[in-house]
Nanobody, 120 residues
Framework: QVQLVESGGGLVQPGGSLRLSCAAS????????MGWCRQAPGRQRELVAA???????NYADSVKGRFTISRDNANNTVYLQMNSLKPEDTAVYYC??????????????WGQGTQVTVSS
């Protein structure tokens, strides 16, 4: 099994930056797709960014050009660099690991979530 622990959430001003980290423990981390999903009150959980074992990335249209996902297989960690943050980015962010594909419907592994609040 894989266990995921997120960190790096907090309060940031609009236009600011924040980096989220997700540390994984377990087996075959380097063979799992990794991703970040977010959920705001009254909103559906949505996929924000994903990265394949080979390093191919994909982003939601709302964050393209502002967020960057990366992975460090040697340290079993995935990151989400968040720049030019907007109030609309406020949500709980969840790390997701799946051997086939990440997203809101994944039945594999999830972190506990970390709160990101963008406000002046």
């Amino acid at each position: 099994q894989v266990q995921l622990v997120e960190s790096g959430g907090g309060l940031v001003q609009p236009g600011g930056s924040l980096r989220l980290s997700c540390a994984a423990s377990g087996s075959i981390f380097s063979r799992y797709a990794m991703g970040w999903c977010r959920q705001a009150p009254g909103r559906q959980r949505e996929l924000v960014a994903a990265i394949t074992p080979g390093g191919t990335t994909n982003y939601a249209d709302s964050v393209k050009g502002r967020f960057t996902i990366s992975r460090d297989n040697a340290n079993n960690t995935v990151y989400l660099q968040m720049n030019s943050l907007k109030p609309e980015d406020t949500a709980v962010y969840y790390c997701n690991a799946d051997p086939r594909g990440v997203g809101p419907t994944s039945r594999y592994y999830w972190g506990q979530g970390t709160q990101v609040t963008v406000s002046s």
